[in-house]
């Protein structure tokens, strides 16, 4: 196995255009474990740890660019207040040693179903920055994922940043797993709640192929949240958005959960985070007025 290790980003981009085969490696919390149970064994790995470029994150016009290396322990730090939801699922990642190396870049690398961040992206419409040398380009959350843990890159490019909004309102994450930490999930699900657009984004990860965005749910709230005269929500509401996110779900039985629990778990966790993030909003709306 050849170990290729560029010092910039152009010597990445062109490494991997000369070695499509060869395997990015970022924090590794991913394709080291593949290795080590010899569930891959690529001709080449790409080492991007020098790469500095993919560990900065910046904030122009109301959007993060967030750097491919930055470490989900900086993400949490550094970025809390602005994506809060992406923060909440970094802090339901591994142990610390894990937040230390692994990245959201790395976690759409991997492009599992049960990756924590996912459902975050998908919810708060982030965009997947990708390059090659043959240019960059930007491709929507919604059209990265095309299968399990498939994405959509051509095989010379490498993602070198997710560009999200900045919170302008509540947002929420939780997952289901067998233990409280150092788990993979059971079932995962993102609200975003977005007030200027009348919107809210949700949805799900690890109860599909793909991490997937529970659109019926997200159309459900369009219309029934009281944007412009905030009040507790009736919990109908609730518990048919609970149900709408549980239909968008297609799981399968395995040693984690039954699809008929992940379902269950979903409609759940849906309620629970809608009214979480509706109760910090109307609280938000009390203090402006």
């Known amino acids: 196995m050849d170990f290729l290790r560029p010092a910039n980003l152009a010597e990445a981009l062109a490494a991997k255009a000369e070695r499509p085969d060869s395997v990015p490696l970022a924090g590794g919390t991913d394709v080291m474990v593949e290795l080590n149970f010899d569930h891959r064994r690529p001709d080449a790995l790409l080492d991007l740890t020098r790469v500095a470029e993919l560990a900065e994150w910046t904030v122009e016009d109301g959007v993060v660019r967030l750097g491919a290396g930055v470490s989900y322990t900086r993400l949490i730090t550094d970025l809390g207040e602005k994506l809060p939801a992406l923060a909440m699922a970094s802090r339901t990642v591994g142990s610390p040693q894990i937040r230390n190396r692994g990245t959201v870049g790395g976690n759409l690398?991997?492009?599992?179903?049960?990756?924590?961040?996912?459902?975050?992206?998908?919810?708060?419409?982030a965009r997947v920055e990708v390059a090659s040398v043959r240019g960059t380009r930007m491709i929507d959350a919604d059209d990265?994922?095309?299968?399990?843990?498939?994405?959509?890159?051509?095989?010379?490019?490498?993602?070198?940043?997710?560009?999200?909004?900045?919170?302008?309102?509540?947002?929420?994450?939780a997952k289901v797993g067998t233990r409280n930490a150092m788990v993979i999930a059971v079932c995962s699900f993102a609200v975003a709640l977005d007030p200027e657009h009348r919107r809210a984004g949700a949805a799900i990860g690890s109860a599909a192929p793909t991490p997937r965005r529970a659109a019926a749910a997200e159309e459900f709230l369009a219309a029934e949240l009281p944007w412009d005269a905030p009040a507790p929500l009736?919990?109908?509401?609730?518990?048919?958005?609970?149900?709408?996110?549980?239909?968008?779900?297609?799981?399968?039985?395995?040693?984690?959960g039954?699809?008929?629990?992940?379902?269950?778990?979903?409609?759940?966790?849906?309620?629970?985070?809608?009214g979480w993030a509706w109760q910090d909003y109307l609280g938000s709306e009390r203090t402006c007025a």
Request: cysteine-free; overall charge positive.
């Open 234 to 256: 009736r919990d109908s509401v609730k518990r048919r958005f609970g149900e709408l996110v549980a239909s968008a779900a297609a799981p399968i039985d395995d040693v984690r």
């Open 109 to 125: 690398g991997a492009a599992s179903p049960a990756g924590d961040t996912h459902p975050v992206l998908l919810a708060t419409g």
């Open 258 to 274: 039954t699809a008929e629990y992940r379902k269950h778990a979903l409609a759940v966790l849906a309620r629970r985070t809608l």
């Open 144 to 173: 990265f994922y095309v299968g399990v843990k498939k994405h959509s890159l051509a095989p010379d490019e490498l993602i070198v940043a997710v560009h999200l909004p900045v919170a302008t309102a509540p947002q929420q994450f």
